[in-house]
């Protein structure tokens, strides 16, 4: 779950910051996207849009919101992401 944890939260950072999403994100930093490839991060991406909705829908279920699950998640994460399904489509 962690891994979940650091790649949500780095979905919700970018959003926040950018308010887009990205291709590729790196787990091992907080609010960056990641790089490297055959070409430049792209934004948005089919694959990624909805793997951030399942892992949401896993950890945060339409009928009981996030912070009602803290304990899945690393204390070292400090930011609980937010369903944005809308952000998560675009």
Not at 37 to 61: A, H, R, S
Request: charged share 20%; aromatic share 8%; with cysteine.
């Amino acid at each position: 779950m962690e891994v979940t944890w650091r790649f949500l939260t780095n979905v919700q950072h970018t959003y926040d910051r950018e308010k887009k999403l990205v291709e590729k994100y790196d787990v091992s930093s907080t609010g960056t996207g990641g790089g490297g490839g055959e070409y430049p991060l792209q934004d948005g991406f089919g694959w990624t849009n909805g793997v951030t909705l399942k892992m949401l829908d896993l950890i945060c279920p339409q009928e009981k919101p996030c912070d009602s699950v803290p304990s899945t998640r690393p204390a070292s994460l400090s930011a609980t992401p937010t369903k944005t399904p809308s952000a998560a489509t675009q």
